[in-house]
């Protein structure tokens, strides 16, 4: 065996070329800068997630009512799950081309100037109307971005360990969880501060702590080298004599792996709607506290965290059918006892059955990952897999507003039957997407 840049010569032979097969320090370097790269961009996302909710309405939209404050801090968030796809579809083109490394230092320069900025951003009180506006134009930034994180980064894992895809895969979904929880207790700090003072300067230093985090995961993902399946295809799409279309064209063309691509994640992104946002929002109509609610998402989050390298493997030995039909079954159960416990108010209860669909969501979500990018030639992968997801992303973004409009439309706590057979229905076309998929965890990339 030759080394080479990090790899060593291997016989795998996919798309008519030789593939290098990454050695396993390469490898490790490769997981860990998946997570690391992962969990920054996730976090710089989802902070403005929870500024959205506590701080944005009282220094963006001061001028109106507070409910409508909020609901258009709301509308600002949203652009960045709607912005998602077009990232995906960017990101996916250019990342099907020139690599997949080269977009995810583009993807996570992109996403940290986004978040900085905003917290450099002057308020309604400094510059009028041009300050919430400045803002939706920096989310929708961080959702181009955002839209193409994903793709590159789980790509990259498993094309470095193709033998291992679900579990190599896992380390970048992590970094998603990851995110959610650094974010979610970096906020919490600042929180700590007065009032007055969290609304002058408090609120823009978890912005600002991207600019550190982003240094970091630069440094991280310039170290490792391009994936070793993605130079052989590149190899021998310059050797070919027909000339190539461009990647999006080719997946719309065929969209058979596109639409099960968006059916299997739409049950997992749902529900993670529903017990991270709704459920915590609907604990506070029926009694329980912020911080209550708080600590039991956290807990939630955690045990996600926690699973995504254990299923993801054991879909590498039991594959992703029967793994992500035993994760949904779980979670599509578990949503009617998690409400039923919420309208209880047993608190107890609530984190036994929220923790249940955490198991649930993580046995579904993890093998995700390997699954869709298995469903793509190696040529099309980065821009089948990132529309794929960044489109039930999208559809899940508008969960909570879906929960809350059958919550009225049932008359109100304590009536959720309507939510509930909302997350049944999600689970149903999660699961007639795994009956129709390819199980693919033994083939060859």
């Known amino acids: 065996m030759n080394e080479t840049a990090g790899t060593t010569t291997g016989v795998i032979d996919p798309e008519g070329a030789t593939v290098t097969v990454s050695t396993p320090k390469e490898i490790r370097r490769v997981l860990v800068s998946s997570f690391v790269g992962a969990l920054i961009e996730w976090y710089d996302f989802y902070v403005f997630g929870i500024a959205s909710a506590i701080v944005f309405p009282l220094v963006f939209f001061p001028e109106v009512a507070p409910g409508v404050g909020t609901l258009a801090s709301f509308a600002t968030l949203a652009v960045g799950f709607f912005a998602r796809p077009i990232g995906g579809a960017i990101w996916g083109h250019f990342g099907d081309r020139i690599g997949r490394k080269r977009m995810l230092v583009l993807s996570i320069i992109l996403m940290g100037i986004g978040t900085t900025i905003i917290g450099l951003l002057p308020t309604y009180a400094q510059i009028g109307m041009g300050a919430p506006i400045i803002l939706v134009v920096l989310r929708f930034l961080q959702g181009i971005a955002a839209g193409g994180e994903w793709g590159g980064a789980v790509l990259i894992a498993m094309e470095h360990s193709p033998k291992r895809r679900g579990f190599s895969s896992s380390f970048p979904q992590m970094g ?14 600042v929180a700590l501060l007065p009032k007055d003072e969290l609304l002058r300067w408090g609120w823009r230093l978890p912005f600002l702590f991207s600019a550190v985090l982003v240094i970091v995961g630069l440094w991280i993902r310039l170290g490792i080298h391009e994936s070793p399946i993605f130079l052989a295809a590149q190899k021998a799409a310059v050797t070919a ?11 719309l063309r065929r969209p058979k792996a596109l639409i099960i691509s968006i059916c299997l994640v739409v049950g997992p992104f749902a529900i993670s709607s529903v017990y991270s946002t709704f459920a915590a929002a609907y604990g506070l109509q029926v009694g329980f506290t912020a911080s209550e609610m708080s600590n039991v998402v956290l807990f939630t989050a955690a045990i996600g965290f926690l699973g995504q390298p254990i299923f993801g493997t054991l879909s590498d030995y039991w594959g992703r059918k029967l793994v992500v039909t035993i994760g949904l079954v779980i979670q599509a159960v ?39 990018g298995e469903l793509f030639p190696t040529h099309l992968r980065y821009t089948g897999a990132s529309l794929g997801y960044q489109i039930a992303g999208s559809v899940g973004g508008l969960t909570p507003l879906i929960c809350a409009a059958l919550l009225l439309a049932a008359g109100g706590p304590p009536n959720t039957i ?26 060859v990339l």
């Open 334 to 372: 578990s949503v009617f006892f998690m409400l039923d416990q919420l309208n209880a108010h047993d608190l107890g209860g609530v984190y036994v059955t929220m923790g249940l669909i955490g198991i649930g969501h993580s046995i579904c979500y993890s093998p995700m990952a390997a699954w869709l």
């Open 241 to 251: 004599t027909v000339k190539q279309k461009a990647p999006i064209l080719e997946v």
């Open 176 to 189: 998603l969880t990851g995110g959610i929880l650094l974010a979610t207790g970096v906020f919490a700090l």
């Open 418 to 443: 309507y939510v509930a057979l909302f997350s049944v229905l999600v689970n149903v076309i999660a699961l007639v997407a795994v009956f129709f998929a390819k199980e693919t965890y033994k083939d």
